[in-house]
């Protein structure tokens, strides 16, 4: 029985090591592969020499979203089924999963990165706990794709300008402000808008300077009003099966690889922002971009204060209200948090 019971431990042991020593193997979804330098430069790169920079011993199958076929606003439903052991979220896409996700980035919270940093980190952890609830999915860290602004086909001069036209937004809190401008609030994926801006379809289109030189928006647009209403807020999150197979020192290290790759965007994007602007409209140095001949409108006061009032007045009521429906708590987490460092 003696023997029985030693022969029993050393398997047990046996098994354990060899599951330690035995490769992990993640299969992760990036963000689509034309929507810029980032997921171009930064990304895709980190996940693809994973064990580089973690020091665990692991491979990575990296295929951006499009490249999948997976439509980007399926996100957490993909985490939640375990198709992707790690997804790189477009967040104002899979906000209408998770609205609490809408709460890091409302329209007129995050007008700078150093205000984007604050805020984001507040609410941070309350979204993850609404994924591992919600989606079986752990939050591991999230970047701002840029200052979203606006690009026209036709010359505008300002927001009152957006009265009466078509504009593409990224999410809930964008299609509320430029309803409030008189505007109508056209939801279309990234890689149609280039199109849909030369063809009509819409009069004007809300991103980032980097990706809309990317996607040769400036070809079909003439000018651009530089005003920065949201930072466009993604993230990386794991399926919460895949993260419990691994052992404490695992998680650890994956974890803390992925908060440098996070912070390494956060600085890249504020260099890309710089860049493209200049290269958007002509000007050098031009190091990231395609120079095109946009017309930068200048920002009026009165637009800037429209866009800062906009998380009182438009943004934050329409946003509890989704949000609350799905979590009693929402708002009230949202105000202890991000309300309270604004004072609100």
Not at 12 to 31: D, F, I, N, P, Y
Not at 250 to 268: G, H, K, P, R, V
Request: glycine share 10%.
């Amino acid at each position: 029985m003696m023997k029985r019971t030693v022969l029993a431990a050393m398997t047990t042991a046996l098994m354990a090591s060899a599951a330690q020593a035995e490769t992990l193997s993640l299969k992760v979804l990036g963000q689509p592969a034309g929507s810029g330098l980032i997921a171009q430069q930064k990304e895709q790169p980190f996940f693809e020499a994973l064990a580089e920079h973690t020091g665990l011993d692991v491979t990575a199958q990296y295929i951006p979203v499009d490249v999948a076929g997976i439509p980007d606003t399926d996100g957490l439903r993909v985490l939640r089924s375990g198709l992707f052991d790690i997804v790189s979220l477009r967040g104002p896409q899979v906000s209408r999963d998770e609205p609490s996700i809408l709460g890091l980035d409302l329209i007129g919270l995050n007008t700078s990165f150093a205000a984007g940093r604050e805020n984001v980190s507040a609410f941070y952890d309350y979204v993850d706990s609404r994924l591992q609830e919600r989606f079986n999915a752990k939050l591991l860290g999230v970047w701002p794709a840029g200052p979203q602004v606006i690009f026209c086909s036709e010359e505008i001069g300002g927001l009152s300008d957006l009265q009466g036209l078509r504009v593409r937004v990224g999410d809930q809190s964008a299609a509320n402000f430029v309803g409030g401008l008189g505007a109508t609030g056209i939801s279309m994926p990234f890689g149609d808008v280039q199109q849909a801006l030369a063809r009509g379809v819409v009069d004007c289109a809300i991103t980032g300077p980097a990706s809309a030189n990317s996607g040769g928006w400036p070809e079909a647009a003439t000018t651009v009003l530089p005003i920065a209403l949201q930072l466009a807020i993604n993230g990386y999150a794991i399926n919460l099966d895949t993260w419990n197979r691994l052992s404490t020192e695992q998680q650890a290290q994956l974890e803390s690889a992925i908060a440098t790759l996070s912070d390494d965007i956060w600085e890249y994007s504020e260099s890309l922002y710089e860049d493209a602007m200049r290269c958007n409209a002509g000007e050098s140095p031009c190091e990231f971009g395609t120079l095109y001949s946009l017309t930068e409108v200048p920002v009026a006061e009165a637009d800037l204060e429209t866009v800062a009032a906009a998380v009182e007045e438009i943004s934050l009521p329409t946003w509890a209200r989704q949000c609350n429906d799905v979590a009693a708590d929402c708002e009230a987490a949202w105000r202890e948090s991000v309300g309270q460092q604004l004072g609100l």
